[in-house]
């Protein structure tokens, strides 16, 4: 009877091993929502929202402060063990209004949040945008297991986020365009909508794949081949190397309906319609590409330039053969890129950004080295707590590259200086 | 459904190879019977239908065609017990899809596989065996009508196999019988069964 038991526990594991993924539903509060009644903010009135917040209620989930910092489309509030908050705002009558849901990165959990600033606690003034943030008062709740619910939630205005933090040019880079497909996130990596997406985690930058299509167009994707990790099943299956980029149109979506993006669209909408400073081209192929991408590059940085939107976009080198494609195109050593190997290659090819593997350290001495000579130097990819609160306080990068915005952003605007 | 099908299957044959080697060497069975035969070989061929389960999130089931002519070749080593171990090959089409995109584009798609199944089977009662097989396929798609035709193969590594087989001894030598088969191809998801016509020489 145990045998039994036991080949059917273990085909059981199996059968259940083998899901490709598991919807994570975000929490709405319904199509009635009172956001739907109010007026939009302004931009200062948004900004006078940012800050460090100490949590009055909620703080056996989300911590003892937090921080709050507004982005082109929402607010994002940041908490420093993975849980984040993505909300709206809106105000009606000198009350600001909020609705979203909150988010722990390291698992499914989320619920739904509604909260509101009062007219007497700091509502008036973000109406009025009078610049006095002291004194905010956030209340409201949110909801366990998906749901909208009624635990408290209280967090009460406590500084600002440091001038000097503020001033500094520190990228918090998001992996894959805001983060992967693993993470449940409600869109697909390396698409338009997750471009659109990311800064609402925090993300003022973004690291993108690119990969060339069998026609040498440069699309975004992570891995070789098309598959049901990534895409939703089709008639396409096999490298995408293979494929046309007619063919990767018509008969490729991406794992929440997305079509695959050319490089040429994603920095379109980068540069047109989003708030990023930031873009990392990881290049994925083995095979030359750099003819046909550090084109686009360039007429994208013009059109960045030409809008006055200060806007980095930056090639990346991460293997020897990627350098030797890199260097054979005229005038290399004035197109930016962004070296993965060691600082000599870095110098060689003249390479903006010096970007190690975080699992190398920190390397204040060639952070220092590379600041020296101007130029940057951005880690990746880093997820843990421990580890990027140790980045942050130890290290000297400009910038990280991560799957989780949220926890770079706590840590970094956190800081006094 | 699918999966319940798959778990229910091999439930049934995990279940029976458990208690596979309780008893001893069984005689009569017409592929170990071995009488005056040389070896512990041998070699099957069959060829029949096979069905695909269509699951495409982005093609309609009703759009794909599923039925098509498949072919198998086993080579076992049978020794005189319950079970016998085997290698197991084959040619199958998977899908075809035909659709009409826009105006200016149509298209075909086909995939076909071909499986190594590494095959464990056992010999329920005479004739009838029942096995099941872990392996690695190849798979092959082409498209034509959107640009130029394009061949592209992967490798899907994680793939398994139940078959339930009957075999019928035409001669000492020959036998002829039936197999119905259930195929998972894991790195596109894609499951598919078949009953073939098989025909075995011993060698």
Not at chain 1, 391 to 400: A, E, K, L, Q, T
Not at chain 2, 71 to 95: A, D, K
Not at chain 2, 160 to 169: D, G, R
Request: aromatic share 10%.
């Amino acid at each position: 009877m145990k045998k039994y038991l036991f080949a059917l526990l273990c085909l059981a594991l199996l059968m259940a091993g083998c899901n490709k993924s598991k919807e994570v539903t975000v929490p709405s509060v319904g199509p009635n929502s009172i956001l739907n009644e109010t007026y939009p903010l302004s931009n200062p009135s948004r900004m006078m929202m940012d800050g460090i917040y100490t949590v009055n209620s909620g703080n056996d989930l989300f911590g003892d402060q937090v921080v709050i910092k507004w982005s082109r489309l929402k607010m994002t509030i940041m908490c420093s063990n993975g849980r984040y908050f993505v909300l709206e705002a809106g105000q009606l009558d000198s009350v600001v209004i909020l609705q979203g849901y909150w988010r722990y990165c390291y698992n499914d959990n989320t619920g739904a949040v509604a909260a509101y600033i009062g007219r007497e606690e700091g509502g008036a003034d973000i109406v009025n945008a009078s610049g006095r943030s002291q004194g905010i008062i956030i209340r409201g709740g949110y909801g366990l297991s998906g749901n909208v619910g009624n635990e408290p939630l209280q967090f009460t205005y406590l500084r600002p986020i440091s001038p000097a933090v503020l001033n500094k040019h520190f990228s918090i880079l998001a992996h894959r365009s805001g983060g992967r497909t693993s993470d449940h996130l409600p869109v697909s990596e390396n698409s338009i909508a997750m471009i659109n997406f990311t800064e609402g985690l925090g993300s003022t930058g973004i690291e993108i794949d690119v990969q060339l299509t069998a026609d040498g167009i440069p699309v975004l994707y992570h891995d070789a081949d098309l598959n049901i990790r990534l895409t939703q099943k089709g008639p396409l299956s096999g490298p995408i190397k293979d494929f046309t980029y007619a063919q990767l149109f018509y008969l490729v979506r991406l794992i929440h309906g997305e079509r695959l993006p050319t490089l040429r669209e994603a920095l379109l909408f980068t540069v047109d319609s989003t708030l990023l400073t930031d873009v990392y081209l990881d290049m994925k192929e083995k095979v030359p590409t750099m003819s046909a991408v550090i084109p686009i590059q360039k007429e994208m940085l013009q059109r960045a330039r030409d809008k006055g939107r200060e806007l980095n976009i930056y090639i990346g080198l991460p293997s020897a053969d990627a350098i030797t494609d890199f260097m054979n195109q005229p005038g290399y050593k004035d197109i930016p890129s962004l070296c993965e190997l060691t600082t000599d290659d870095v110098q060689t090819v003249n390479s903006h950004v010096w970007a190690p593997r975080w699992t190398e350290g920190t390397q204040n001495d060639l952070v220092a080295l590379m600041h020296s000579q101007g130029r940057i130097a951005w880690t990746w990819t880093l997820d843990d707590v421990d580890w990027i609160q140790q980045y942050i306080s130890d290290g000297h990068f400009d910038g990280i590259l991560t799957n989780y915005p949220f926890i770079v952003g706590y840590y970094h605007y956190m800081r006094e200086n | 459904m699918r999966k319940i099908v798959i778990t229910a299957l091999l439930c049934l044959m995990t279940s029976v190879t458990l208690l596979s080697q309780v008893k001893d060497t069984i005689p009569g069975s017409p592929l170990t019977d071995h009488g005056s035969r040389l070896s512990h070989f041998t070699l099957a061929f069959g060829a029949g239908w096979s069905h695909y389960f269509a699951n495409m999130d982005l093609v309609p089931a009703r759009n794909v065609q599923k039925d098509f002519i498949g072919t198998s070749f086993r080579f076992m080593w049978e020794p005189e017990y319950r079970l016998s171990l085997g290698l197991e090959t084959g040619f199958y089409r998977i899908f075809r899809v035909d659709s009409t995109l826009t105006a200016e584009y149509s298209m075909k798609s086909r995939m076909n596989v071909v499986p190594l199944f590494l095959v464990i089977r056992m010999r329920i009662v005479d004739n009838f065996y029942l096995s099941i097989a872990p392996g690695l396929a190849l798979q092959y798609t082409k498209i034509t009508g959107i640009g130029p035709e394009i061949t592209s193969h992967q490798f899907s590594m994680a793939n398994f196999e139940a078959t339930a087989s009957y075999f019928y001894p035409i001669s000492k030598l020959f036998l002829a019988g039936g197999e119905a088969r259930l195929m998972y191809f894991g790195k596109t998801d894609d499951l598919m069964m078949s009953f073939n016509a098989v025909f075995a020489v011993k060698l």
